[in-house]
T-cell receptor, first 114, second 114 residues
Framework: TQLLEQSPQFLSIQEGENLTVYCNSS?????LQWYRQEPGEGPVLLVT?????EVKKLKRLTFQFGDARKDSSLHITAAQPGDTGLYLC??????????????FGKGTRLSVIA | GAGVSQSPRYKVAKRGQDVALRCDPI?????LFWYQQALGQGPEFLTY????????KSGLPSDRFFAERPEGSVSTLKIQRTQQEDSAVYLC????????????FGPGTRLTVT
């Protein structure tokens, strides 16, 4: 069974601080995605990382895919209250490609206090 | 609108009732996915369709759950004889051919079984 473990589960920080959240698995994934979900809404895709060692930046967010494609991290610089939400990592089921179901982690619930 | 829509947004059912949850995917999207998200958890895969064909229903928790997409567009998830453990948010996502893993989620239907 493919599992994605996310840590920490909860994170509460002050505006302006930096933070990193992690997504780990014992399985290799062909790619990993990061989503953000706000209350009452569905997850919204932030980024997809495909190549081992890949780093992608989205404004103040930096995503990294581990060399072995078993883990990923999300680093937020100078967090803002608008970053508050549930951050989910997800990967395609059974190392498949194409449009396949996703396996999700349990998420990291981030709260940024002004 | 151009996004995935789901109805109803909220549903309260007495234990033993049947419910039907509707998903309207983005027009032209070939693949459609159903996920279940329990409180404080990440989404878990239920079933998915490519056009009208149901390719995988391995995530459906019991034979009380049934999904269909008869014309390859709108999909309905039906739960018969609802139980308290069915209480969750049911998310629908769609994706188009050639956009690996980029699933667009609807806002979900929150089902509460009393």
């Amino acid at each position: 069974t493919q599992l994605l473990e996310q840590s920490p589960q909860f994170l509460s920080i002050q505006e302006g601080e930096n933070l990193t959240v992690y997504c780990n698995s014992s399985s290799v994934f062909s790619s990993l995605q990061w989503y953000r979900q706000e209350p009452g809404e569905g997850p919204v895709l932030l980024v997809t990382v495909v190549t081992g060692g890949e780093v992608k930046k989205l404004k103040r967010l930096t995503f990294q895919f581990g060399d072995a494609r078993k883990d990923s991290s999300l680093h937020i610089t100078a967090a803002q209250p608008g970053d508050t939400g549930l951050y989910l990592c997800a990967g395609p089921h059974l190392f498949e490609t194409g449009n396949t179901p996703l396996v999700f982690g349990k998420g990291t619930r981030l709260s940024v206090i002004a | 609108g151009a996004g995935v829509s789901q109805s109803p947004r909220y549903k309260v059912a007495k234990r033993g009732q049947d419910v039907a949850l509707r998903c309207d995917p983005i027009s032209g999207h070939v693949s459609l996915f159903w996920y279940q998200q329990a409180l404080g958890q990440g989404p878990e895969f239920l079933t998915y369709f490519q056009n009208e064909a149901q390719l995988d229903k391995s995530g459906l928790p019991s034979d009380r759950f049934f999904a269909e997409r008869p014309e390859g567009s709108v999909s309905t998830l039906k739960i018969q004889r609802t139980q308290q453990e069915d209480s969750a948010v049911y998310l629908c996502a769609s994706s188009s051919a050639g956009t690996d893993y980029e699933q667009y989620f609807g806002p979900g239907t929150r089902l509460t079984v009393t």
